[in-house]
C-alpha cells in the first residue's frame, strides 16, 4: 500500500472553500487599510491635542513664543493701548487743558504713539515673559473650555481665546509715570478691581472649525492612536501578503497625512480671514501655536515616504530586484568579514533564524514605527534617529535573509518545486479576485 503524499501541483492547488477565503481576508483587510488611513491624521491631532494642548505645561510653552514674535507685541501694545485710551478720555483732557481742538488731537495721538512704544517696550523684558507665562497658565482652563466648544461669556467675543491685559496695563500706567505721563493714574484701583479687558488671540469664528476635531480628539483621546496601532496589526497578520498590505497601509497613511497638512494649509488662510484687527498677528499666532502639529506630520511624512520606498525595495518587482542584487554584491565583502568575526557557524544560525521569521520580524518593526510616529510626536529629532534605526533594521533584515535563505525549490521535494515555486508575477497575481 502506497501511503506517500500525492504533491502534485494538482493535489496543491487551493481549493474554491480556500479561494472564497482567501479573498475574504482581501477584502478585510482593504478595509482596515482604509480605516487605518482615515484614523492616521486623527491619531496625530490626538496626540499633540493630550500631550500639547491639555497639559498646562506644554500649553504654558507652547504660548510663551507668542511674546517673542514683532507683530504679536505690536499687536498686544495696541490692544493695551486701547485700552487705557477707553478708559481715560484723553482727548477731552487735552482739549480742557490747550483749548484747540486740532492742537488737542495732535496731542492725543502723539500721546498713543508713545505708549504702544512704552507698552511694546514693556513686553520685551525678561519680567513680562513671566506675567505671560503666569496668565496663560491661570487661563488655561478656561482655554480648553473654549476650544471644547464649552466656554460661555456675556462679553463680545463669546468663546474666544483670550489673555488678560491687567497686569500688563497696570506695568503701563507705571511706565508711564515714570515719564510724567499721569493721566491714567485715577484709573489704577479700578484695573485692579476689575480688570483691563482681554487680548483676543482667536476668536469663537476662527476656531468654529476646529473646536469640532478638538472636541472629538479630546474625548477619545489615546484610544484613537491605540486603535490605529491595532487596526493596522490586524490588517497585517490577515493579509495573505504582509509585504503588499503593509506597503498599502504606509500608502494611505502618507496620503491622509498630506491632505492633513494641506488642510492647515487652508486652515491658516481661514484663520487669518477672520481675524479681529491684524492679520499679520493673526498668522503669527497660527505659525507658533501649531508649530509641534506641523512638526509631527512632517515627521510623519518622511517617515511614512522612506517606509514606502524600504517596503517596495524588498518587493519582488524587477527594478527593486536588482537594487537588492547591487547592494548585495557591494556588501559582500563587508558580510564576509563579519561572518569571519562572528565565527561562520553562529552568523549562519542567526541569519537563517532571521530568514524564517523575516515577515514576523518585518511586520514588529512596522508596528513599532507606528507606536513610535504615534506617540513622539514632538520630538522631530528624536523621530528621525528612529526612523533612521528602523530603516538600518529593515534593510539588515532583507540583505540577511536573502544572503543567506536557500532557494525554495531546493527546500521542497522534487515533486513539489514547481508547484511551490514562487516568482514576482505569482505575488502580483495572487491578490486579484478568482476568475472562472
Known amino acids: ?18 479561494r472564497h477565503f482567501g479573498l475574504l481576508h482581501r477584502v478585510i483587510s482593504w478595509v482596515l487599510v482604509v480605516l487605518v488611513a482615515v484614523l492616521m491624521p486623527l ?18 510653552s507652547t504660548m510663551a513664543p507668542l511674546i517673542e514674535n514683532p507683530a504679536v507685541q505690536t499687536y498686544l501694545a495696541t490692544e493695551a493701548t486701547d485700552q487705557l485710551f477707553k478708559a481715560v478720555d484723553v482727548q477731552g483732557y487735552f482739549e480742557s487743558k490747550v483749548f484747540v481742538p486740532a492742537i488737542a488731537t495732535l496731542l492725543t495721538n502723539e500721546l498713543r504713539t508713545f505708549t504702544i512704544k512704552a507698552v511694546d517696550g514693556i513686553i520685551s523684558t525678561p519680567q513680562f515673559t513671566t506675567i505671560w507665562d503666569a496668565e496663560n497658565r491661570f487661563t488655561h482652563a478656561l482655554a480648553i473650555k473654549v476650544l471644547s466648544g464649552d466656554a460661555t461669556s456675556a462679553t463680545d467675543h463669546a468663546q474666544a481665546l483670550e489673555v488678560k491685559l491687567q497686569a500688563l496695563v497696570l506695568k503701563a ?35 468654529s472649525q476646529a473646536q469640532k476635531i478638538f472636541r472629538l480628539v479630546n474625548e477619545l483621546k489615546w484610544l484613537l492612536p491605540i486603535s490605529t496601532v491595532v487596526l493596522a496589526a490586524v490588517a497585517l497578520l490577515i493579509g495573505p501578503h504582509r509585504r503588499k498590505v503593509l506597503l498599502r497601509l504606509l500608502v494611505g497613511s502618507f496620503v491622509a497625512m498630506v491632505l492633513l497638512a494641506v488642510g492647515l494649509r487652508i486652515g491658516r488662510g481661514v484663520f487669518v480671514a477672520h481675524a479681529l484687527s491684524d492679520p499679520a498677528a ?47 554584491r557591494g556588501a559582500g565583502a563587508i558580510g564576509k568579514d563579519l561572518k569571519t568575526a562572528a565565527g561562520s557557524r553562529t552568523a549562519t544560525t542567526a541569519a537563517d533564524t532571521a530568514a524564517a521569521n523575516l515577515a514576523l520580524l518585518r511586520a514588529g518593526g512596522s508596528i513599532v514605527a507606528m507606536v513610535v510616529l504615534l506617540v513622539w510626536v514632538n520630538s522631530t529629532i528624536g523621530t528621525v534617529l528612529t526612523l533612521l534605526a528602523l530603516v538600518a533594521y529593515l534593510a539588515g533584515l532583507q540583505v540577511l535573509a536573502s544572503r543567506v535563505a536557500p532557494p525554495k525549490a ?7 518545486a514547481a508547484a511551490l515555486a514562487t516568482t514576482p508575477a505569482d505575488e502580483e497575481a495572487a491578490d486579484r479576485p478568482e476568475q472562472g
Open 1 to 18: 500500500m502506497d501511503t506517500s503524499l500525492d504533491l502534485t501541483p494538482a493535489a496543491v492547488a487551493p481549493t474554491s472553500d480556500q
Open 43 to 60: 491619531s496625530v491631532v490626538s496626540v499633540w491635542s493630550v500631550r500639547t494642548v491639555t497639559d498646562t505645561n506644554r500649553y504654558v
Open 173 to 207: 500706567i507705571t511706565v508711564l509715570a515714570q515719564h510724567h505721563v499721569t493721566l491714567f493714574n485715577p484709573i489704577v484701583q479700578y484695573v485692579k478691581a476689575h480688570g483691563a479687558g482681554n487680548v483676543v488671540i482667536a476668536t469663537g469664528r476662527q476656531l
Open 282 to 328: 493673526a498668522a503669527a499666532i497660527w505659525q507658533i501655536l501649531l508649530r509641534y502639529l506641523r512638526d509631527a506630520i512632517t515627521s510623519m511624512l518622511w517617515l511614512l515616504g522612506v517606509g514606502i520606498a524600504v517596503t517596495w525595495l524588498t518587493g519582488p518587482s524587477r527594478a527593486a530586484t536588482w537594487l537588492r542584487a547591487s547592494a548585495r
Open 410 to 416: 531546493a527546500l521542497a521535494p522534487a515533486g513539489t
